[in-house]
């Protein structure tokens, strides 16, 4: 998901700490965090948008909207914290939204209908 840096968003406070985390995820080639691959890889290769369902985003595990809730002393600390980022799929992360889910239990059982991709030219 391409988003455009604002005043207000923690996760580009620091733009080049947060394309070093984006890099080294990438370049680790992990597996969705969310979904633990049970979509498939993730397409790294692909723009991160809805019209790319399994594209590659950064995911914060526990969310930066909740930063108080654990412990972090900034909404800024959680969005830079590496250990609290995650590879996922442009699809998984959105059904996720804000929430923590463990996916077996919460998110798996709601997300039956796997996200239809097109591969070709966009």
């Known amino acids: 998901m391409k988003m455009t840096p604002t005043k207000n968003n923690p996760r580009y406070a620091n733009g080049n700490l947060r394309r070093k985390h984006r890099a080294r995820l990438r370049a680790m080639g992990c597996e969705c965090g969310i979904c633990h691959g049970r979509f498939g890889p993730i397409h790294y290769d692909e723009p991160s ?3 790319h369902p399994l594209s590659f985003v ?3 595990i526990k969310p930066v909207a909740k ?4 412990g972090y ?3 800024r600390a959680a969005a830079e914290d590496w ?3 995650q590879a996922a ?3 998984c992360n959105a059904q996720k ?3 923590i889910v463990n996916f077996s239990l919460d998110f798996g059982q709601k997300m039956t ?3 239809s991709v097109s591969d070709g030219s966009w």
Not at 67 to 70: P, V
Request: hydrophobic share 35%; net charge neutral.
């Open 49 to 51: 948008d809805a019209a």
């Open 58 to 60: 950064v995911d914060e």
């Open 67 to 70: 930063w108080k809730q654990f």
């Open 73 to 75: 002393p900034s909404a």
């Open 83 to 85: 250990n609290n980022l």
């Open 89 to 91: 799929h442009y699809f």
């Open 97 to 99: 939204r804000d929430k």
């Open 113 to 115: 209908k796997i996200p």
